[in-house]
């Protein structure tokens, strides 16, 4: 099943295991993923799944949906080691069983279902405090054609507001960095 | 409705000198034209160094302040204008729309944030309704203020109660020497 390593906020490392249906993306409740943050559309972007197919298709959101840092514009098949930038949020695609890759910077931590599941449990009993929080649950049952997975209701992150700034002028100048990235992202969204 | 009147009467009159710091000349006029001719006497400032100056020698009562400044940035110099004069009411006027930038604009003591493009008739109810707010707080409240502390922690434990007055301001743990800030709500 596709598999969606976090590589951004509190909860960097970890794997979602997505279900085997359509999933949509966005800061609206009822949103499958809610990525609760102003840089995140109402409804952001539809992941399809099927199978070990994974593709990815943009809902007409404001800050774009991209892999491996190109703006998709229709709906795009997301491969193994992909990187998916969705907001703040980036996501590295496992479609088949984990490669070793031996150069990644970002510590994979393996979790079997039943883990995540906990995981994703606890963390939704912790004062997260702004970070990312998932908050999951998992299917009651499993049925032979539907394989039980874990579902993802809500995604709170704001990565980089937990950064460690010793000084006024450290934190602001990461504001405006962030700031002059988001306006060229928009920038070059206006010749569509 | 008349007392209402009167109260905006008064807060038009506790700002009436406005320190505009912004380095765009086109927007800075702009300001400055829409703030003259509702009577209010200007000055302009393109970066921090001027700045100071200004608000040194023009004695502004309410300052709107740019975030992104040629070398020192906006939050900075609102900090350091906090630490010269703390009733000055500094509004943040700035076309960054980011959340993390409305919260450090609080840290370091900004009265209000708004984003550019502005609504004029927005802007000047905004000047009105700050100056009206930082008068009341430093002149009317200020004993009850006085008697409050503020309480916070470092992460090593070392505990501090400081007077409200330093909200905003940077410090060193003298435990540890974890850099601070005052927090602005306990």
């Known amino acids: 099943?596709?598999?969606?390593?976090?590589?951004?906020?509190?909860?960097?490392?970890?794997?979602?295991?997505?279900?085997?249906?359509?999933?949509?993306?966005?800061?609206?409740?009822?949103?499958?993923?809610?990525?609760?943050?102003?840089?995140?559309?109402?409804?952001?972007?539809?992941?399809?799944?099927?199978?070990?197919?994974?593709?990815?298709?943009?809902?007409?959101?404001?800050?774009?949906?991209?892999?491996?840092?190109?703006?998709?514009?229709?709906?795009?098949?997301?491969?193994?080691?992909?990187?998916?930038?969705?907001?703040?949020?980036?996501?590295?695609?496992?479609?088949?069983?984990?490669?070793?890759?031996?150069?990644?910077?970002?510590?994979?931590?393996?979790?079997?279902?039943?883990?995540?599941?906990?995981?994703?449990?606890?963390?939704?009993?912790?004062?997260?405090?702004?970070?990312?929080?998932?908050?999951?649950?998992?299917?009651?049952?499993a049925t032979i054609d539907k394989p039980p997975t874990v579902e993802i209701s809500t995604v709170t992150p704001a990565p980089p507001s937990k950064k460690q700034f010793h000084s006024v002028a450290e934190e602001a100048q990461d504001i405006i960095r962030r700031h002059r990235e988001m306006k060229v992202a928009l920038q070059g969204r206006q010749p569509e | 409705m008349r007392e209402e009147f009167a109260i905006n009467e008064m807060a038009g009159a506790i700002a009436t000198r406005i320190l505009i710091v912004e380095d765009d000349q086109a927007q800075a006029a702009a300001l400055r034209e829409l703030l003259r001719e509702r009577g209010f006497q200007t000055t302009t400032a393109k970066d921090g160094g001027q700045a100071h100056s200004s608000f040194q020698m023009f004695k502004p009562d309410f300052v709107i302040l740019d975030l992104i400044l040629p070398g020192e940035s906006g939050f900075e110099l609102c900090e350091k204008m906090k630490q010269w004069n703390e009733s000055v009411p500094i509004l943040i006027l700035s076309e960054i729309t980011l959340d993390d930038a409305k919260a450090l604009a609080k840290r370091v003591g900004a009265d209000g944030y708004m984003t550019k493009p502005y609504n004029?008739?927005?802007?000047?109810?905004?000047?009105?309704?700050?100056?009206?707010?930082?008068?009341?707080r430093t002149h009317l409240k200020r004993g009850a203020e006085e008697e409050r502390r503020i309480r916070f922690s470092c992460r090593c434990g070392k505990r501090f109660k400081l007077s409200p007055r330093h909200r905003g301001r940077t410090m060193t743990c003298p435990d540890c020497g974890e850099p601070l800030i005052v927090p602005f709500h306990e």
């Open chain 1, 1 to 141: 099943m596709p598999k969606l390593v976090i590589l951004t906020g509190k909860n960097r490392g970890m794997k979602l295991t997505l279900p085997q249906r359509d999933v949509v993306v966005g800061r609206e409740q009822g949103c499958d993923i809610t990525l609760a943050t102003h840089e995140i559309s109402r409804r952001h972007c539809l992941l399809k799944i099927a199978g070990e197919s994974l593709t990815a298709q943009d809902l007409g959101s404001r800050n774009g949906t991209w892999i491996n840092d190109v703006r998709i514009e229709k709906e795009t098949r997301i491969g193994q080691g992909d990187i998916l930038r969705i907001g703040p949020m980036l996501f590295r695609a496992e479609i088949r069983a984990p490669v070793p890759t031996g150069t990644d910077d970002v510590p994979v931590k393996e979790h079997s279902e039943d883990s995540v599941v906990n995981w994703l449990i606890e963390d939704d009993q912790k004062d997260s405090s702004g970070d990312s929080t998932i908050i999951s649950k998992a299917p009651d049952t």
């Open chain 2, 120 to 136: 004029p008739s927005v802007l000047l109810s905004q000047i009105s309704e700050i100056a009206q707010q930082v008068w009341e």
